[in-house]
């Protein structure tokens, strides 16, 4: 099974059948009806937070998950009225309790990192203009792995460069709908070849523009950001990666102010559809991959996972 085909089972099977059969159950399920009717509300909640809606869209995202809450309560009204639900299995019962515990702690640790404010932060101006921008993964990644997948990553961590990672953030644009689900070629993704501006003011310290853009879930991606420009400001690194080959136009030893144009997004390095990977780090040598995450926020909030910026 291709790259492609494994990620759309991925995706219908977590953001669709998932919902739906947890649904369905909390509708036939004769006992714990209200257990299983609680745990189906909490299974949607996380996914319409966390899910990689992206590829559904905007509006999918918002209709989807609602007619499905909607059902949801009116048929736990229905039980409650005609009092259906009171039949329960005692370790039945003590297995969903447990389930729902697990659940709403993970809802807890998607609420911190949307609202969160660290005490060591930066805030940026946004490194895309002209349209609607979704962050695809962001937000402190060590706190949940739903809502920022790079600090638990096994090609980070393998590579010891996931510390630096904490804060990372991917930055897609909205422009529904795409011709195709998860398309094929670069140039159907609305954030390919889409300008890429400096989000602070600093120095260049690295600059790399020779790397092909991948053709999206091709798979065998090379273990690197791809294209990218990294600016120092005093101890802080922020990278800018997966670039488009050969678009950037800035050198090692430039100062940049913020809003300055600097490359166009591509789809080079580890990457599997195009987007912007930015991500800031403290460091106190070069070798920055060795260095801390540090929070990233614009606009006064932290950039969490499916946050919508229009700029």
């Given at each position: 099974m291709n790259e492609r085909t494994a990620m759309i089972l991925k995706l219908?099977?977590?953001?669709?059948?998932?919902?739906?059969?947890?649904?369905?159950?909390?509708f036939f399920?004769?006992?714990?009806?209200?257990?299983?009717?609680?745990?189906?509300?909490?299974?949607?909640?996380i996914v319409y937070l966390s899910g990689y809606w992206e590829f559904f869209g905007v509006k999918f995202r918002?209709?989807?998950?609602?007619?499905?809450?909607?059902?949801?309560l009116a048929q736990l009204a229905y039980r409650i009225?005609?009092?259906?639900?009171?039949?329960?299995?005692?370790?039945?019962?003590?297995?969903?309790?447990?389930?729902?515990?697990?659940?709403?702690?993970?809802?807890?640790?998607?609420?911190?990192?949307m609202l969160k404010k660290d005490k060591s932060m930066l805030e940026i101006g946004f490194p895309l203009k002209g349209g609607e921008f979704l962050i695809s993964d962001g937000g402190n990644s060590k706190i949940s792995r739903l809502m920022n997948y790079h600090f638990w990553s096994a090609d980070h961590r393998k590579n010891h460069t996931n510390n630096?990672?904490?804060f990372a953030a991917d930055?897609?644009?909205?422009v529904p709908p795409y011709p195709s689900f998860l398309p094929r070629e670069n140039t159907d993704y609305p954030v390919f070849g889409e300008r890429v501006y400096s989000p602070v003011d600093g120095t260049v310290v690295k600059v790399e523009n020779s790397i092909a853009d991948n053709r999206p879930y091709s798979g065998n991606y090379p273990y690197n950001t791809g294209n990218t420009v990294v600016i120092r400001k005093d101890d802080l690194y922020f990278l800018l990666g997966h670039l488009k080959e050969g678009s950037?136009?800035?050198?090692?030893?430039?100062d940049v102010k913020s809003g300055q144009q600097i490359a166009l997004a591509g789809n080079s390095g580890i990457s599997e559809r195009p987007h912007v990977h930015i991500q800031l780090v403290k460091s106190e040598s070069d070798n920055?991959?060795?260095?801390?995450?540090v929070s990233i926020q614009y606009g006064g909030k932290n950039l969490y996972k499916n946050r919508v910026i229009v700029v």
């Open positions: 219908v099977s977590t953001h669709v059948v998932l919902p739906v059969a947890v649904a369905i159950a909390a399920v004769s006992g714990d009806a209200f257990l299983v009717n609680v745990t189906a509300q909490t299974i949607l909640l918002r209709l989807f998950p609602i007619s499905l809450e909607i059902i949801l009225r005609s009092q259906a639900f009171f039949e329960y299995n005692l370790y039945f019962a003590d297995a969903m309790f447990a389930l729902e515990v697990f659940l709403l702690i993970q809802v807890v640790r998607i609420v911190v990192v630096a990672m904490i930055i897609v644009k909205i950037v136009i800035v050198h090692v030893g430039d920055f991959w060795l260095g801390t995450g």
